[in-house]
């Protein structure tokens, strides 16, 4: 029979190792040392610093993956601190990373919104209205809407149209009529609109 | 004349819908086509009758905003109702013989067996399905070592996977010769599965959320953790992916339930298509 049992038997460290250990394990050559070491430290509120430093410059995608769960658990002020910056990153998989992060910590984030919108970069703009769109925080649609009435750049107030489609509630329809007219040399801007109505009346 | 008065009832329209289905696959990858309006709108209306919300939008608005995501869980439980019973999802058990065992097989030079890893393994259908496609279904299996593994956190329930006795429900999908091949009757009680595969298969209690519980797993080449995470929050489903990408073998694979999609939770995985299932493969290196 080609079916065989053999009991899978734990394998424990003999000394656990301390946090300076860990964070030199994070150079180490192997993902899978620097993965277990992410994983420690995760559990170390006062590395978060360390994990966000290092996140930036990590280049396995596992070691990130497990630094950013780690982040997400820790959700404080320090982790949204450190994760900020990456929105600006060139990386699309680090600051997308950053983004699904710090959508999940809807308070945390909530006092750096206003700062996130105003950013003088149109592009980073947009990477912090795709955190609003799927932030759960009832402030959003009142967000979304200061955008689409006040943001000067297109694409950072089609980025808040679509999420308003989903968010909005038919108190932002007033401002979605404004941004059509603001922007009506735009066609795709009049149809989104027209589009993001029918959705937020249900009809 | 009395005119009739219509009973008031609450009605989630098209274009709600289409609102709310975007959403929901976005957070589940669970996706609903129009024809599953009638079935997902029941439940929608069943928890908004329990919540007391008079529409849909106010409904809506707490499956969007609620910080702890707690009636968006009762939700999703609500939409994926579960039971278990050999060759449930088939099509899968079809991608392991067809593709995922003869690749790593293929690569395989070294002796090692080819270890099959059922979490949550329940009452035991599912890893014993393994076992018995595989036997039925690999013509390789001979020359080759497999061993399989199965995890739950329920010690109740584990006691009843290692005892191996079934009902004719958990048989329905099972032919005939099967069952008169692998099982024999125990009066009253259903059907036992053969001491042979009773005692094949490594059963083991825990929480795959539990780290030290986790580190028992190495070098396991496929994992079948199918309709669980589904169950779990971000957070959890993220911490446990994770920690089954260490459990596994480069180029290992793990399968996920049918309305389960990786996409949603890591993108540590690559998908593949074996059979007609999308597996998700770690990379070889």
Redesign the interface.
Known sequence: MALVRRNVVATADDVPPDRDDWIADLTSGDASIRRRAARALSRMPDAVPVLCTHLANEPGLSVRSIILTGLIVHRSAAVVNGLLPLLASEDANLRNSAIEALQQMPDEVAPHVESMLAHPDSDVRIFAVDVLAALAHPMVPEWLRRVVTNDPHVNVCAAALDALAEAGEPDVIPALQGLAERFSDVAFIRFAVDAAIRRIRGR | MTMPVAQTETVI?D??F??FR??FY?KTGIMFDAQKKYFAGRRIIDRMDKLGCAT??EYF?TI????S?DEMQRLVNQMTVNETYFFREDYQLKALVAGILPELAAGRNDGR?IRLWSVPCSSGEEPYSL?IY??EHWPD?????????GSDIDSAILAEAATGVYGERSLQRLPPELIRRYFSRVKDRGYRISE??R????F?QGNVVD?QFM????DVDVIFCRNMLIYFD??SR??TI?AM??CLSPGGYICLGHSESMSRI???FQPRKHADSIVYQKPSR
Do not use: Q, V
């Open positions: 329209s274009e709600e289409a609102k975007e959403f976005r849909f939008r608005a969007r905003f609620e910080a995501g067996p076992a595989i036997l299996a001979d020359r080759h070592d497999i061993e399989i593994l042979d595969l005692r094949s298969i490594d083991s780290p580190r028992r797993f190495r971000d957070r993220r911490e994770e990408y260490d890591s993108s540590l």
